[in-house]
């Protein structure tokens, strides 16, 4: 064996990763570990990636790097999914193994990426966890509720209520939130900005938010009470603080305060029997602290924000994560948009005339207009054809989007 190696390599024939293969495969894991950490990533990163890598090199028996397949490695998260683990946990596994093969391929240890075809799961089929944007009415009793609660995970109710402020009206994920400090706000500047620095961001970026000046006030006006803060230190203490429990324990006293407010037994029923301000709703769907971030991006598409700046703000680098998995348009909000298709074609004998009920909403849309010496026909067509929509609604869809409105006004304005 000796004596063909020598020969091989006096015909220029060696085999520059035969080394590589020989070594135990725990050897280039330790290496990835140290890469990982000397490339910036966080030690939660290094950590959770290093531990998958290891938990499926050790559940698959791999001793060399050539003994990597993907069929066993498929074996083992198919096992995962039997013990109770998600399709999104074993996703998790998968991509930190296939992070390891292809940088033993880019560290020139090995020729080929041997779970390069290896592809992931659809995980929307086995959604463990789905969380829910909160409606502004529903935001606004959760703040009201914070305030005047009791101290929860070592946090007072009106820091709670800053705290979930901030998440509302940043997108700013738990982690992020916890790196905050006084030096991290910029109130001068026009607009107010919040900043949060590479090392806690979640894309490994320094990201500048602006903010909205009512909310900049509003934390100011929170700051200047906390005298006891140095530049430096951390607004929120989050490491071992439980913020699905603060949300959970929050929303259950605001939904008590709102059954309470019921003013007949059949409107306390109706409201029982609703979802409304519960932590897990009917559909299995959770509203717990990251929901707050959903909430963010989910308004900003409600209020009409380009799809490209929606994912600017909420920093991801795919622009489908931002529109398909935090952002949930309900029914209501859906139906202006249907209503301002073209309208289906009348049949001859209605085209006559309009209902009375029609023509009352139509000279009260003019006179409306008028009060405010604004010309009907002067108006831009696609500002005629929301009104002309509108009108189209039933009475009862105009008075539920209105109370959506006014309780979004209320609440910027509080």
């Not at 990982?36 to 060399?64: D, I, N, P, W, Y």
């Not at 946990?89 to 990426?113: C, G």
Request: charged content about 30%; proline content about 5%; hydrophobic content about 35%.
């Amino acid at each position: 064996e000796h004596v063909k190696k020598v020969e091989r390599k006096l015909a220029g024939l060696e085999d520059p990763f035969d080394k590589h293969h020989k070594r135990p495969l725990s050897e280039h894991v330790a290496d990835y570990e140290n890469y990982l950490k000397h490339k910036g990533s966080t030690a939660m990163h290094v950590q959770k990636t290093t531990q998958r890598v290891k938990a499926v090199v050790e559940g698959c028996k791999f001793k060399a790097i050539l003994q990597i397949t993907p069929s066993r490695v498929q074996e083992y998260l198919a096992g995962l999914r039997s013990d109770g683990r998600s399709i999104a946990t074993s996703n998790h596994y998968q991509r930190a193994i296939k992070m390891f093969t292809r940088w033993l391929v880019r560290d020139r240890r090995t020729p080929e990426d041997r779970l390069a075809h290896l592809s992931r799961l659809n995980a929307d089929t086995d959604r463990r966890r789905v969380r829910r944007p909160l409606s502004p009415e529903e935001f606004q009793r959760l703040l009201e509720a914070a305030e005047t609660g009791p101290t929860i995970q070592c946090i007072s109710g009106p820091d709670r209520a800053i705290l979930y402020i901030i998440a509302g009206y940043t997108g700013f994920r738990r982690g992020e939130i916890g790196s905050v400090t006084l030096r991290s706000f910029d109130f001068e500047s026009e607009p107010p900005t919040l900043t949060v620095q590479a090392g806690y961001s979640k894309r490994r970026r320094t990201d500048v938010l602006p903010l909205r000046k009512d909310f900049a006030q509003r934390i100011r006006q929170w700051l200047a009470a906390r005298t006891e803060l140095e530049p430096h230190d951390p607004l929120f203490h989050l490491g071992h603080r439980r913020t699905a429990t603060m949300m959970a324990r929050d929303l259950e006293a605001a939904r008590k305060k709102w059954l309470g407010e019921a003013k007949t037994d059949k409107d306390r029923k109706r409201r029982e029997q609703s979802s409304f301000l519960k932590y897990v709703d009917d559909d299995g769907q959770f509203a717990d602290f990251h929901a707050l971030r959903k909430t963010f991006i989910t308004n900003l598409s409600l209020a009409g924000v380009q799809p490209k700046a929606a994912q600017t703000l909420a920093r991801h680098s795919d622009i489908n994560l931002t529109m398909n998995t935090y952002t949930m348009l309900q029914v209501l909000d859906q139906a202006a948009a249907v209503e301002s298709l073209p309208p289906v074609p009348s049949a001859v004998e209605q085209k006559a005339g309009r209902s009375s009920e029609s023509r009352r909403d139509t000279e009260a849309t003019d006179a409306k207009l008028a009060a405010f010496s604004i010309d009907p026909a002067s108006l831009p067509p696609n500002v005629a054809r929301i009104l002309a929509a509108w009108e189209q609604l039933p009475a009862d869809v105009k008075n539920r989007l209105t109370g959506r409105v006014e309780a979004a006004t209320q609440l910027r304005l509080a």
